[in-house]
């Protein structure tokens, strides 16, 4: 039986890796905050795809929540395969618009939790000398972003420095760096997203599908799409100054939720 876990798993792309990882005849776990909205989620891949689908309720912002996770991921009976840590948000405003504490919580979720998770995770994986890990980043590591960017950053910089640290160990890590996706992510963040060009969207089923790929062809690092490809090469050819006033714009208006 080959099992994945997902944080996150309830909507955008976690609940994209759900739907393609069952389709593959993946078991899951899923987790995630509201516990009525796993169980429906759980209930309809059980239906659709014949998989067993558990569920963990887990806000990763507590201590309760990253230790319920790590107890699933430390099972010995039930041996996950496939860590996806998705979770994450965004914070509504700008630095020094947003608390001290909410920046906190962003760092518990984006950093501690995604550490915590992986290390539990590759623990039990190189002793049976297979599995893997996704990390999902952004694009947003790459530029000037305040404490969301800077969080991605270190996502994308834990991830390939462990992957390095444990090659040859069975054992595949990769950050998945995708652009702006149609998730629930901008309106739970009150943002207005309408000034995004149409060219920068992509599809979360797609992302995954170009994510699961390249952890199979053993890649650390994921860029799925080639628009966001050329955009990172071409940025590093602009001066950062210039960088940084497009990167603190860009979907970046707020509503008023």
């Not at 891949?45 to 806000?59: I, P, Q, S």
């Amino acid at each position: 039986m080959t099992t994945a876990l997902i944080t996150g798993a309830t909507a955008g792309i976690g609940a994209a890796f759900a739907r393609r990882l069952a389709g593959r005849g993946y078991h899951l776990v899923l987790a995630a905050r509201n516990t009525d909205r796993l169980w429906r989620e759980a209930t309809e891949l059980h239906d659709r795809h014949g998989v067993e689908a558990d569920v963990v309720t887990a806000d990763l912002a507590t201590e309760e929540g990253i230790s319920a996770v790590e107890d699933r991921l430390n099972s010995r009976e039930h041996p996950v395969d496939l860590l996806v840590n998705n979770a994450g948000f965004g914070n509504k405003g700008r630095y020094l618009e947003v608390s001290v504490a909410d920046e906190l919580t962003m760092l518990k979720v984006h950093c501690e939790a995604v550490l915590r998770l992986t290390s539990a995770a590759t623990a039990s994986m190189c002793e049976r000398g297979r599995g893997g890990v996704i990390n999902v980043a952004s694009v947003a590591a790459f530029f000037p972003r305040g404490t969301y960017g800077a969080s991605k950053a270190w996502v994308t910089q834990f991830t390939q420095g462990a992957a390095k640290d444990l090659a040859g160990q069975g054992v595949r890590l990769m950050a998945l760096c995708p652009g702006f996706v149609r998730t629930e992510f901008h309106d739970r963040a009150g943002m207005d997203s309408t000034g995004i060009p149409r060219w920068m969207w992509l599809d979360a089923d797609q992302v995954v599908e170009t994510a699961l790929q390249d952890l199979a062809r053993g890649k650390v690092l994921s860029v799925p799409d080639p628009r966001y490809k050329a955009l990172l090469g071409a940025s590093r050819l602009i001066p950062r100054g210039v960088l940084a006033k497009a990167s603190s714009t860009t979907g970046r208006k707020y509503g008023p939720k």
